[in-house]
């Protein structure tokens, strides 16, 4: 159970539609209630099935009163996609955590060149000014090692559950996780979630 006294935490995920954002969220919040800890979320979807902004606010601690995060008010943002993060980039706060999973989903603007996707220096650079604990994860490398990049959220779950100061135990994780997931495609994402935790291992911030 959570102590009187300890911090709160928020987590605000970033992504666009079809990378399982909201279901991530939900995965999360579900596995902290069951640890003691108040957890208020908001979603934003935009035009989530055509590839849009995707968007979930997850606060929680022992005591939350609302379920936005100000600006500057994030203590991580875990971003599933590389410009998504870049857009979200005025939520985190000083000295906050990053998390970038490596890969580009160019929006419209720029498949028809009326823009151009940002490199991976500039995406950097433009967190610098906030933090320098900017990881760069290879999670859909990863998820497609293990045959399917739709597993992508869980990965990502897997590689925050290392870094987050709150510490939901191995167990809740995979509990929220059964009560989430089809049966038939559970073993698998308990891997994939494994496997995330297995690259944050070595991660000193």
Not at 13 to 42: F, N, P, R, Y
Not at 50 to 67: D, K
Not at 81 to 87: G, Q, T
Not at 108 to 137: C, H, W
């Amino acid at each position: 159970m959570i102590k009187k006294g300890d911090n709160k935490q928020d987590i605000l995920l970033v992504g666009v539609g079809g990378q399982g954002i909201i279901l991530a969220s939900d995965i999360m919040g579900e596995a902290a209630l069951a640890m003691g800890l108040d957890v208020k979320k908001t979603d934003t979807l935009g035009m989530a099935q055509r590839g849009g902004s995707v968007t979930s606010h997850l606060r929680m601690g022992q005591a939350v009163y609302a379920p936005l995060i100000s600006p500057q008010g994030a203590d991580i943002l875990l971003a599933f996609e590389k410009l998504e993060a870049v857009r979200w980039v005025n939520y985190i706060r000083p000295d906050g955590i990053v998390i970038i999973n490596n890969h580009a989903i160019p929006p419209l603007s720029i498949s028809l060149g009326m823009s151009v996707y940002p490199t991976d220096e500039a995406i950097n650079k433009s967190f610098l000014q906030r933090t320098n604990k900017i990881l760069m994860v290879e999670g859909s490398r990863e998820t497609a090692q293990l045959g399917d990049v739709r597993m992508l959220n869980i990965f990502m779950l897997g590689y925050l559950s290392k870094l987050s100061p709150i510490k939901i135990t191995d167990y809740l994780w995979k509990k929220s996780l059964s009560e989430r997931l089809p049966a038939k495609i559970l073993d698998i994402n308990i891997r994939a979630f494994e496997r995330g935790q297995e690259a944050a291992a070595s991660v000193n911030i």
